[in-house]
T-cell receptor
Framework: GAVVSQHPSRVICKSGTSVKIECRSL??????MFWYRQFPKKSLMLMAT?????????EQGVEKDKFLINHASLTLSTLTVTSAHPEDSSFYIC???????????????FGNGTRLTVT | AQSVTQLDSHVSVSEGTPVLLRCNYS??????LFWYVQHPNKGLQLLLK??????LVKGINGFEAEFKKSETSFHLTKPSAHMSDAAEYFC???????????FGDGTTLTVKP
């Protein structure tokens, strides 16, 4: 089945530094990937839609200069949390649909998430 | 517009007893509906999906769900709970809309020995 690999699984960084999270589709191509943030005991909050070869589409209230998204190839999207602050600490998850089945009937394939802790 | 309501934030069952996780949806169009499971500190795993074929959908790990258009429901069931079923469950509705999906708030399933 389709596999999405997300790395790192855990990261601790100091306040003011930047952190990059990678999301790779291992056995399929994904023109579109999605980035979510999940607070404890809460559902997933869509942050942005990552589009291969073009700018990401951010949801309302998400700072695009804070959360930089790059989707340079059909198998890789990255999320960079810039100038991280403790309130950015959270669980970040990416997902993708199989390019060959890129319609609303095809399920999302999720990475295992990244636990970010900013000290 | 589309929305999803998971009617129970927490469900607790004893091992070996049936599981029922309730989901109601709202959609302007014929939806695709999904159930995902999330174990602690992990991503989401697809359990099953409904895409306008059979209304009774069978998924992995013994789970199934029935699409009822008249009730706008897509409840998840399992005849006999296992300890390993303890997790967070999300009901999701999708519609062609820049590929976005709408997530329910999740239901925490606890399985007691």
């Amino acid at each position: 089945g389709a596999v999405v690999s997300q790395h790192p699984s855990r990261v601790i960084c100091k306040s003011g530094t930047s952190v990059k999270i990678e999301c790779r589709s291992l056995d399929f191509q994904a023109t579109t990937m999605f980035w979510y943030r999940q607070f404890p005991k809460k559902s997933l909050m869509l942050m942005a839609t990552s589009n291969e070869g073009s700018k990401a589409t951010y949801e309302q209230g998400v700072e695009k200069d804070k959360f930089l998204i790059n989707h340079a190839s059909l198998t890789l999207s990255t999320l960079t949390v810039t100038s991280a602050h403790p309130e950015d600490s959270s669980f970040y998850i990416c997902s993708a649909r199989d390019w060959g089945q890129d319609d609303y009937n095809s399920p999302l394939h999720f990475g295992n998430g990244t636990r970010l802790t900013v000290t | 517009a589309q929305s999803v309501t998971q009617l129970d934030s927490h469900v607790s069952v004893s091992e070996g007893t049936p599981v029922l996780l309730r989901c109601n949806y709202s959609s302007s169009y014929s939806p695709s509906l999904f159930w995902y499971v999330q174990h602690p500190n992990k991503g989401l795993q697809l359990l099953l999906k409904y895409t306008s074929a059979a209304t009774l959908v069978k998924g992995i790990n013994g789970f199934e769900a029935e699409f009822k258009k008249s009730e706008t429901s897509f409840h998840l069931t399992k005849p006999s709970a296992h300890m390993s079923d303890a997790a967070e469950y999300f009901c999701v509705v999708s519609r062609t809309n820049a590929g976005k999906s709408t997530f329910g708030d999740g239901t925490t399933l606890t399985v007691k020995p």
